[in-house]
């Protein structure tokens, strides 16, 4: 399975931009890059997916490096509701979904 | 839409009695997957199905077993339940492609004492 490596966790400081990194040196062409996050007691929810260009949606944004070997994660304005577990997934053709340890962010106000 | 959801919430089993989460999921999503969470940890896979009738196993697939005889149903089976499968159990489903989301269950919470 591909892997990703995540930091295991990260701060920010309310209301300012958070930049959360992924490395995945050995993704395959076809492999989707995912982020999801988890709420504390809550399941995982989808965040962001992309493949080769940057995309950007309500929650966040996700820049993807050129060769593809690392991504990050976004958050333009962090609340402290954005204070959760991120997870960086690849989806890969088999389509079975394998979290890492994720990156756990914490939000200071 | 209901989305996914799962029965039950909280479960408390005493050592060697089995019993069986089920996960229900009203978007026709031919992929569903079972996954454990220990505390402080990520999820691990257990085991997923990618379409009715269809059953693989996942990273810690032991000690359990599951089913899938109705696209919208995804049964986890405890046949003898130990402590070490204290956990909060999450299930998800998604469409076939890698590029759709996921949606996910709010977990089951179980205890084995």
């Known amino acids: 399975d591909a892997k990703t490596t995540q930091p295991n966790s990260m701060e920010s400081n309310e209301e300012e931009p958070v930049h959360l990194p992924c490395n995945h040196s050995?993704?395959?062409?076809?492999?989707?890059i995912h982020w999801y996050r988890q709420l504390p007691s809550q399941g995982p929810e989808y965040v962001i997916h992309?493949?080769?260009s940057n995309v950007n949606n309500r929650m966040a944004s996700l820049a993807i490096a050129e060769d593809r070997k690392s991504s990050t994660l976004i958050l333009h304005r962090a609340t402290l509701r954005d204070a959760a577990v991120y997870y960086c997934i690849l989806r890969i053709r088999d389509d079975k979904i394998i979290f890492g340890k994720g990156t756990r962010l914490h939000i200071l106000p | 839409n209901a989305g996914v959801t799962q029965t039950p919430k909280f479960r408390v089993l005493k050592t060697g009695q089995s019993m069986t989460l089920l996960c229900a999921q009203d978007m026709n999503h031919e992929y569903m997957y079972w996954y454990r969470q220990d505390p402080g940890m990520g999820l691990r896979l257990i085991h997923y199905s990618v379409g009715e009738g269809t059953t693989a196993k996942g990273e810690v697939p032991d000690g359990y077993n599951v089913s899938r005889l109705k696209k919208q149903n995804f049964l986890l089976g405890l046949e003898s339940a130990a402590p070490s499968q204290t956990s909060v159990y999450f299930c998800a489903s998604s469409p076939s492609w890698s590029n759709t989301e996921a949606f996910f269950g709010q977990g089951t919470r179980l205890t084995v004492v």
């Open positions: 992309g493949l080769t």
């Open positions: 050995t993704i395959s062409g076809t492999d989707y």
